[in-house]
């Protein structure tokens, strides 16, 4: 099936044509990073409205590089939540209203799920179940992906997500937003041996994260004056770094049975993590997937490949899918260990 996958969840606008043969016809994608960029953050009127302007023309452009029509799709996929609500809108009520101008169904995807799947379109051989990474703006978690569906949450963070590490951490840096890309390059000319950064929850039997003591710890050292922002940074990635692979290997001992060790999500993209977890894999006997970077940030082929695996499961939505602010994915784990853990 060809399936129109849209995403507005946060500050990228994104529209993709995806088969269920897992091919990317076409994806376009517009990020409103200067946008936000003056406020070192994303600010959620100013992304609202920068989706409704440049949606439309980016589904045209879409459609017309895969040289197919609406009338050509079997589905429409649109992030549905988890995300800014207001942003999660835009992308929902402008599928909602192609899916009533051209009669196809409405598939309401969990943006999360989204991320999940994503690896799959570019490792074409990759099979459930996997243990999956996930990191990203607002996610750090282990998730044991056992089918379209079936997420079994092995652990999360108590506070902060890795992606909100890096951009408070580039944020009190003084290296702009978004937070990442930047600490990635100042960290290219810094020792990462320099400071000395707490590592939390690094060898507890629990395999949680844990990064808001690492943020503050960067801002005492910075306060402290003693140290170059080029050290702090890579002084920071590292113990990220360490945190994800010493979490991550304790994760792989209830992952029996994975296929491979697959990471997600924006932070995905930073070499340091990907280049960690590649031992990781190896030392374990086990396959590394990691997206291309386009396919890690946000983007609308992951939308739309999680809508072409619904869409095929026959799970389609009705027009008054709601869009969600907090949308788990493993709702049982959340009701195990409580809100927020
Ligand atoms: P979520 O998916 O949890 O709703 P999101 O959609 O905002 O959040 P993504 O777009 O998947 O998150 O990822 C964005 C995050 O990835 C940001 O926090 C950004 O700083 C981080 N990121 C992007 N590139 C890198 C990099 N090279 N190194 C580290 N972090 C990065
Ligand atoms: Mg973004
Ligand atoms: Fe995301």
């Keep these: 099936s060809l399936i129109l996958g849209i995403e507005s969840s946060c500050d990228e606008t994104a529209a993709a044509l995806v088969t269920s043969e897992r091919r990317v016809l076409a994806h376009r994608l517009a990020t409103q990073e200067s946008e936000h960029r003056p406020f070192g953050g994303v600010v959620p009127e100013i992304a609202a409205r920068a989706h409704v302007e440049i949606l439309p023309s980016l589904i045209e452009e879409a459609l017309a590089e895969a040289k197919v029509r609406l009338a050509d799709v079997d589905a429409i996929a649109a992030t549905a939540g988890p995300g800014l609500v207001g942003g999660v809108m835009v992308g929902l009520v402008t599928a ?16 999360l799920e989204g991320h999940a799947l994503s690896p799959m379109l570019s490792e074409p051989d990759l099979a459930f179940p996997y243990l999956l990474l996930l990191v990203s703006g607002g996610h750090c978690q282990l998730l044991f992906v056992e089918g379209l569906g079936r997420y079994r949450r092995l652990a999360t963070t108590i506070d902060d997500a890795a992606g909100e590490a890096f951009d408070k951490t580039a944020k009190l840096l003084g290296l702009g937003y978004p937070g990442g890309p930047a600490v990635e390059r100042a960290a290219e000319a810094g020792d990462a041996n320099a400071v000395p950064l707490p590592r939390p929850l690094v060898g507890s039997p629990e395999p949680h994260f844990s990064f808001a003591g690492l943020k503050s710890a ?5 306060d402290g004056g003693a140290y170059r922002p080029a050290d702090l940074a890579a002084s920071f990635q590292q113990t990220v770094v360490d945190c994800l692979v010493n979490r ?3 994760a792989l001992r209830e992952a029996r049975g994975a296929t491979a060790l697959v990471v997600a999500g924006g932070v995905a993209a930073n070499k340091a993590i990907r280049g960690a977890l590649t031992d990781l894999a190896a030392a374990h006997d086990l396959p590394f997937v990691a997206p291309p970077l386009w396919l890690c940030t946000d983007n609308a082929a992951m939308i739309g490949w999680a809508g072409a695996l619904r869409f095929e499961a ?3 939505d009705g027009l008054d899918a709601p869009a969600r602010a907090r949308w788990p994915l493993d709702p049982d784990a959340e009701k195990v260990r409580g809100a927020g853990v």
């Design 96 to 111: 909602k209203g192609l899916a009533l101008a051209s009669g196809k169904p409405l598939v309401a995807v969990n943006h």
């Design 218 to 222: 960067v801002l005492r050292a910075r």
């Design 248 to 250: 991550t290997a304790r």
């Design 314 to 316: 026959g799970l389609i």
